[in-house]
């Protein structure tokens, strides 16, 4: 009996000391680091998974009224080695007719990204690119067709062909690669014992989703709203107004080295 009370006694009091240890609710259940002490050290990106959107619209009101509206979306993934981008761009002219056009950009930026924390709150980013070897793509489908050109769109990834598609063409017969080494100031974006936010200078806040003591997982998010407007008065009235609503999300996870 004496053995079972000194068990739950000792449960008691490391309980707490456990719990806050843990921050995040993807945080490891038992250990006896704290965030702190979890953080501390160099993390290699592994996997990306992003989205951005945005919407960038102009209304003139004259006779008649147009209205040009353009919608893109863009994710972006990273396998370790390399980051892929799938653009896609939705263009619309609505004047005396409708106008629509698509483009769909896929291509591909190798790098690696890497992390170092000390408990002095500096950090270390290391970011190393190569030169592009794997071919993109890009294509057009427009409605009515082939009026992309109303769009005074041009494509600067390769030549065209009849059926709207374009291969993006780039240099693979040699290899180059860069690494861009920074050092800035890191420190947590909220005070007290829930260090469930960093602040990265220069590179942002973003929420700490998981912080054991191997893997790192990070989100970033924003979102803006702009309007304008412009009027002018003369010989014929006129009036322009312009908005544009984006959005980001990026979830990043690292591993310890």
Known sequence: MKKILTYILVAMIIAPVLNSCKKGEDDPFLSLKSRDGRLEGEWVLKSVEGTQTGTDESTATYKPTDTDRETYTTIITYDGSKFKYVETTDFTSISDETV??????????????????????????????????????????????????????????????????????????????????????????????????????EMGT????????????????YSSTSNSTYHSTGSFDYTSTDKTVESYEMILTFEKK
């Open 100 to 201: 629509t056009c698509r483009t769909v950009h896929t291509y591909y930026e190798p790098a690696t990204y890497s992390m170092t924390f000390d408990k002095n709150g500096s950090v270390i980013t290391t970011n190393g690119a190569t030169q592009n070897t794997t071919a993109g793509t890009f294509v057009i489908s427009s409605s009515p067709a082939n009026s992309g050109t109303s769009f005074s769109f041009s494509n600067p990834y390769g030549g065209g062909k009849t059926d709207g598609t374009y291969n993006e063409t780039i240099e693979t017969d040699y290899t180059s690669s860069d690494t861009d080494t920074e050092e800035s100031l890191w420190y947590w974006g909220n005070s007290g014992k829930n260090k469930s936010t960093i602040v990265i200078e």
């Open 206 to 221: 973003y929420d700490v989703l998981r912080l054991s003591s191997k893997e790192l997982k990070l989100k970033y998010s």
